[in-house]
């Protein structure tokens, strides 16, 4: 299979990608932007699956609850993930060798498959079950593995600042 | 689930979460405070990126051998407002680094102090090092 290092290494060697990654203020300023933005969409990520695993606002349908805060995580998530690229685009090679940065990309991965799950199925008999605090089981899994999951997204992207396994 | 037992485990993960970062930059956890060393050699290519810059450079150890070094730098916004520029930089020039080894790895340093051919001295070091004056 070809190796994709050459490609990376076009990439580093771009202007605008350059600029970036030498950058007195781009790089500082995105990469400000993405926590931000990170801890606006998790945040709210949070307060959705607290109440889908029964332990918070369990007075409000889970329906009016996710309708409410879609919009939200959405601002958050959009800017989130945009930012979240350009700083690895910036300096591919860094990061294609960074394994938290490989953990954090799986991790990722499997919380918005885990969200699609869960929207595509147990989220359309919501309106059965919706107004139970308890609500279903299957959505107080999908919450937990959706907490899981964040939260060890959030981790890992904080670890890839470390050097501990180049 | 119960309630509790629910928050008591976010708690418990948000506590071992915060290990890591609590050093900031974790100097400690690869770089030795008690083995300072002084590199002077010759200039094989400075990264002046974010957010730490790399000097790579080489220096004649006693018995005629060359030793490889990496000595990691703070990012560009830092060394600007020390009046370095990466024009500063060419390979092959002269250096003297003052730094920290590495623990796990004799050939990486956390470099403080940077002197050019010139003279001219510049502090380089990151957040979290120890408190040595190199900045002031």
Redesign the interface.
């Known amino acids: 299979m070809p190796s994709i290092i050459p490609a990376l290494q076009w990439i580093e060697g771009l202007a605008w990608t350059t600029a970036i990654r030498e950058s007195n203020w781009g790089h500082p300023i995105i990469e400000t932007a993405h926590v931000a933005s990170t801890v606006f969409f998790a945040g709210l990520v949070i307060v959705m699956d607290l109440r889908l695993v029964g332990v918070a606002f369990t007075d409000a349908p889970l329906t009016q609850i996710q309708r409410r805060l879609f919009p939200w995580q959405m601002s958050g998530l959009v800017p989130s993930m945009a930012t979240g690229l350009l700083l690895c685009i910036v300096d591919p090679l860094h990061y294609y060798g960074n394994v938290f940065f490989w953990a954090k990309l799986s991790l990722l991965a499997l919380a918005g498959i885990n969200a699609l799950a869960f929207h595509w199925t147990t989220y359309r008999t919501a309106g059965r079950w919706g107004e139970d605090p308890k609500g279903a089981a299957t959505a107080r899994r999908a919450g937990a593995v959706s907490l899981l999951l964040w939260f060890s997204v959030i981790v890992s992207g904080r670890l890839i600042a470390y050097n501990w396994f180049n | 689930?119960k309630?509790k037992t629910?928050?008591v485990l976010?708690a418990a993960?948000a506590l071992w979460?915060v290990q890591?970062?609590q050093a900031h930059?974790?100097f400690a956890?690869?770089y030795d405070s008690k083995k300072p060393v002084t590199l002077q050699g010759t200039l094989t290519k400075m990264e002046?990126?974010?957010?730490h810059g790399w000097i790579y450079m080489e220096t004649k150890q006693p018995d005629g051998t060359t030793k490889k070094w990496t000595v990691e730098t703070s990012?560009?916004?830092q060394m600007?407002r020390r009046g370095l520029k990466?024009t500063d930089f060419t390979a092959g020039m002269a250096v003297t680094v003052k730094g920290y080894q590495g623990i796990k790895d004799p050939g990486l340093a956390n470099g403080r102090t940077l002197v050019l051919a010139d003279g001219r001295s510049f502090y380089i070091g990151s957040v979290g090092g120890p408190n040595d004056g190199a900045d002031r």
């Open positions: 689930m309630t629910i928050l976010l993960g979460a890591p970062v930059h974790a956890a690869e002046w990126v974010n957010p990012g560009p916004n600007s990466k």
